[in-house]
């Protein structure tokens, strides 16, 4: 039912689908940037439903607890798990558990928001990149870019070496506007001279 709202709000607000051949990628890392306002979360949901991108994305294992389960599976929520597998071994960090869920699951994409938050940040965080490199899947630059009221998947990488794939990135998502340019910036470590 969500989901459907998402879809209707998607198209009552003239937003358009322009995408990359994703066809036959069955896992990845999906970017959701620029993410600066609390929209971002229904009208990429939409856009991915309608592109046939079945995304989730990853939450505490504690929001999976009533009342909120419902409304976080339906959303395509995944609850993360990183207590140890047996007392006395380390918790796995967030890449660990995240490579996990792709080597249990053989179709899964997952969407992730690099800057970590709707304020300015001018430091991306670096995890969804691990992620990908050691489970072996692309990383799909999805956008949302108000100006043109345009949403999809813009590019694919598959992980080479960090410095060049975060140049990538931050080249492809220099021209984009999000709907809060003020809170939106590139990772300044990588962003072009």
């Given at each position: 039912m969500i989901r459907w709202i998402f879809k209707l709000i998607f198209k009552l607000l003239g937003w358009k689908l322009k995408t990359e051949a994703i066809t036959g990628i069955k896992q990845s890392i999906t970017i959701a940037a620029p993410h600066t306002a609390n929209m971002d979360l229904p009208i990429a949901k939409a856009a991915f439903d309608l592109m046939g991108l079945p995304l989730?994305?990853?939450?505490?294992?504690?929001?999976?607890?009533?009342?909120?389960?419902?409304?976080?599976?339906?959303?395509?929520?995944?609850?993360?798990?990183?207590?140890?597998?047996?007392?006395?071994?380390?918790?796995?960090?967030m890449v660990e558990a995240m490579v996990n869920l792709f080597k249990e699951n053989p179709e899964l994409h997952v969407m992730v928001t690099p800057e970590g938050t709707r304020s300015l940040r001018t430091e991306w965080k670096t995890g969804f990149w691990y992620t990908a490199k050691q489970a072996n899947v692309p990383i799909l630059l999805g956008y949302l870019d108000?100006?043109?009221?345009?949403?999809?998947i813009g590019k694919i990488i598959y992980p080479t070496d960090l410095e060049t794939d975060m140049r990538t990135m931050m080249e492809f998502y220099k021209d984009i506007t999000p709907c809060h340019p003020e809170k939106f910036s590139l990772d300044h470590r990588y962003a072009p001279k």
């Open positions: 989730r994305f990853t939450v505490k294992q504690e929001w999976f607890r009533f009342p909120f389960k419902g409304i976080m599976t339906e959303l395509g929520g995944i609850a993360i798990d990183r207590s140890p597998k047996k007392p006395g071994e380390p918790r796995p960090s108000y100006k043109n009221k345009i949403a999809g």
